[in-house]
């Protein structure tokens, strides 16, 4: 019985540890895909629709986005667990549920706004030009879109956690503090991608490490 609970366990770490290391360099690459990332300006509807019309590493970054939400849920779980039993838990609770309602609004929202164009962008050009209006729609979060607004739930739950991590000390200090900076800015609009791309090399600096200690029972 113990040899299959501590089986449990070593699963349990090894694919903490690896969502640690993948969700980072994750969203490096897909910022580090968006075009124009040293002209930055904050894009209009109309603009972000041009921008992501045939743009194939675009969508591959968004699809890599939107299956690392899981990625997002397993660690926001792990930091909830890791300030369990602390006089800092509720900060691991209550930033947990939020980063985890955020993970599910984002792939909500590479679901709506990037997966569903890279399929309308099957089409013929002029097919594609009819449905702009209804792109237009979509892009301005028309309807019950507006929910995708939520998306700062995300960061914000992840703030909550990394301060939280820091009064406990439950993580060296500089990772806190760069992961803590790196969700700060992580929420920057669109058109403006150079500021989430420095944020999420942050990210990756602090939580790599972290991982990677984690998988080798260092934690």
Known sequence: MNNKHNSIDYVKRIGTGISLIIFPLIFVFAFAGHPNLFNPKFLEPTELI???????????????????????VVVAIHFMNKLKNTTNEWWGFIGG???????????VDKGALCLTISAIDTLPENEFINM?????????????????????????????QAVGLLKSRSMAIWQCILFLIAMLFIGTPDGVEIINLTASTLM?????????SLILNKQ
């Open 204 to 212: 990756a600096i602090a939580l790599i490490p972290y991982g990677f």
């Open 97 to 107: 549920v939020i980063a985890i309602l955020g993970a599910l609004i984002l792939a």
């Open 50 to 72: 041009k921008r992501v019309h045939n743009n194939y590493l675009l969508h591959f970054g968004h699809a890599l986005v939107t299956l690392c939400t899981g990625l997002l």
């Open 132 to 160: 702009n209006l209804g792109l237009l729609a979509m892009f301005e979060k028309k309807g019950w879109l507006i929910l995708i607004n939520g998306l700062m739930l995300l960061p914000i739950g992840f703030i909550i």
